[in-house]
Structure formats: structure tokens, C-alpha cells
Nanobody
Framework: QVQLVESGGGLVQAGGSLRLSCAAS????????MGWFRQAPGKEREFVTGISWGGLSTSYADSVKARFTISRDNTKNTVYLQMNSLKPEDTAVYYCAARRTCPYGGRTCYLPDGMDYWGKGTLVTVSS
């Protein structure tokens, strides 16, 4: 079965950095666009960033642009999220998700309801 397993979360001070990883198995990884989402306590799950099948196209939420970078290694079936200049408001459970088809491209590929598979998440806590 398909599994997405996030790792790399933890506690970091404001201004610090973390790198999240999401290892995929049970699917042909290069056939899926990948996204990172997050959910803070009491809030809805929100889009953070996404990357196309081959990694040439990326999309970011305005709140993380210039601070976060998504990348993928299709030889390792892994997608990464480099998070720099972290802020307390970045505190959340971070989830990776995969989607097989994306007929309209762009940001529409990363609507939460459209993702096919989800990981269980990893907690990121940013202290002030």
C-alpha cells in the first residue's frame, strides 16, 4: 500500500531552520505531484508548497515565499521542505501529500481535497 512518512520535525527557535523529509513507498513516485500542507491548532489544514512531477515547477503560499524551499529526489522517492527564518506562526503539524493527475496545472494541483494520499504528519514547533 502507499505510504508517505514525514520526518525532521522538532522544536526550533524563531529565526532557525529545519528540513523536513517525506519518504514515499508503494507508488511510482515520479508520477505524482507532491505537496506540503500544515495544520496549526484550531485551524484548518492549509497549503504550504507543491512541486511538479519532475521538479521543474513549484508553488508556494505567500506566507512562506522566500523562506521555504521544496525539492524532490525521484531516485530516492523523497520530497523535502527546507524551512528557513522560521516564525512562531509556522508552528503546526506538517503533512506531505501526493496527487497522480493534475489536468489544470499550477496551484490547482495542490488543493487539499484533491490529494490522493497523505502522510501522518510531523510536528514543527517554533518558539519565540
Amino acid at each position: 500500500q502507499v505510504q508517505l512518512v514525514e520526518s525532521g520535525g522538532g522544536l526550533v527557535q524563531a529565526g532557525g531552520s529545519l528540513r523536513l523529509s517525506c519518504a514515499a513507498s508503494g507508488l511510482t513516485f515520479s508520477n505524482y505531484v507532491m505537496g506540503w500542507f500544515r495544520q496549526a491548532p484550531g485551524k484548518e489544514r492549509e497549503f504550504v508548497t507543491g512541486i511538479s512531477w519532475g521538479g521543474l515547477s513549484t508553488s508556494y503560499a505567500d506566507s512562506v515565499k522566500a523562506r521555504f524551499t521544496i525539492s524532490r529526489d525521484n531516485t530516492k522517492n523523497t520530497v523535502y521542505l527546507q524551512m528557513n527564518s522560521l516564525k512562531p506562526e509556522d508552528t503546526a503539524v506538517y503533512y506531505c501529500a501526493a496527487r497522480r493527475t493534475c489536468p489544470y496545472g499550477g496551484r490547482t494541483c495542490y488543493l487539499p481535497d484533491g490529494m490522493d494520499y497523505w502522510g501522518k504528519g510531523t510536528l514543527v514547533t517554533v518558539s519565540s
